[in-house]
Every structure is written in C-alpha cells, then in structure tokens.
C-alpha cells in the first residue's frame, strides 16, 4: 500500500465516523466487530446517498469480508472510513475500504478493509447479473474506474 496520503487520493467517498462510547470494549478500543459496523453504514451512504441508487432495483448481499486491524481507534476520536469500488464481476463487486484516526493533527491508518457484495434478487433468492446501468454509475463516480 502507498502511503496514506497517496492512497487517500484514490477515493472519492470519506465519511465521518461517530465512535460511540458503547463501541468499546473493555479493552478501551473499539471492538474488531464494531469496524464490520463502520463499513455497512459506509456502504449504504455510498450506495443511498452519494449515488442515489433505486434500492428496488439494487439489491446487494456481503458475500465476504476481509480486516487487517492496524492500529486502535479508542474513544473519543476524529475518526473517518473512505470507500471506493475496485472491481466488477458478472454478478459481484468489490469494495475498498481504509478507517483513518486523527491524532494530534496527523491522520493514520487504523484499519484496511475489502468486501465482496453480491447481486441479489430477494423476490426469488437467487444471485442476479449486475446490470451495466449501476455499473455505469459507480464508474461515473469513481475517481479510478474500476
């Protein structure tokens, strides 16, 4: 990985973070479980509000998900996720994520993120082809096109 200021210019999406006092654990850092948290709720600003996808039309399943903690975020903290897609598939995509802490002015990496999402069509319980036009979207958005 670049460093982060480089890979930073490589998304388009940055959210803030909230960390909640109630995302601790007696650790005094947020728990691992807690980031599975930060991602899902990134993923549904990028899809809902940043895109505006018609969600009767785009239909996702996590398919996996893949964490490499790097440092804690502990509370309180200014705390951030970015998150870009890097690819598609037939019927998957995948989306990279980097959760970031600001400390003392200086922002670093707290944890490196990538999920696999799968089309998929709830009506019949099936995975579904993902259609161009969201594919095109997506590209439409993204600083580097995946």
């Known amino acids: 990985m670049l460093p982060l200021e480089e890979e930073k210019l490589k998304f388009r999406f940055k959210m803030k973070l909230d960390i909640r006092w109630s995302d601790m654990d007696e650790m005094r850092h947020v728990n691992n479980a807690v980031y599975h948290t930060y991602t899902e709720q990134a993923r549904i600003y990028y899809f809902h509000d940043t895109l505006q996808l018609d969600w009767t039309k785009a239909s996702f399943i996590l398919a996996s998900a893949h964490i490499d903690y790097l440092k ?75």
Not at 81 to 95: A, D, I, N
Not at 101 to 119: D, N, P, Q
């Open 72 to 146: 804690s975020l502990v509370f309180p903290c200014e705390a951030y996720v970015y998150l870009r897609c890097t690819k598609f598939g037939t019927k998957s995509f995948e989306l990279q994520y980097l959760i970031t802490m600001v400390e003392k002015g200086v922002e670093t990496l707290c944890a490196a993120v990538s999920t696999t999402l799968v089309m998929f069509d709830y009506k019949t319980n099936t995975t579904m082809v993902m259609p161009e036009s969201i594919k095109e979207i997506i590209r439409n958005y993204e600083t580097i096109k995946p």
